[in-house]
């Protein structure tokens, strides 16, 4: 049976993948999906303001003056939180 920290990261895969194979099919019909800063920190629930001072951003693609996150980045930076969170319950004495 797998652990809760190893569950929560095949969920976190399988919304990453879903996210991906949505953003395919809108590019498809001609819309293709937003990934703006602006975009991220709503898909996250993140303030902009704190997305400017968090510690740890996901990769950025800069091309001149606009910035874009490809959703590998993202996904990548989501799988990097969980496994963060995961470590941190594991370190936790039980209570």
Known sequence: MPS???RQNEIATEVAELRAR????????G???DRS???FCRRQGISRAYYYIM???PRELREGKIVRI???AERDWELEREA????????TPPG
Do not use: C, M
């Open 84 to 91: 963060e969170g995961a470590r941190a319950v594991s370190k």
């Open 4 to 6: 809760l920290a190893q």
């Open 31 to 33: 819309k293709p999906a």
């Open 22 to 29: 949505l953003d395919a099919l809108l590019e498809r019909i």
């Open 55 to 57: 510690p740890k951003k």
């Open 70 to 72: 490809t959703p590998e």
């Open 37 to 39: 800063i602006s975009a």
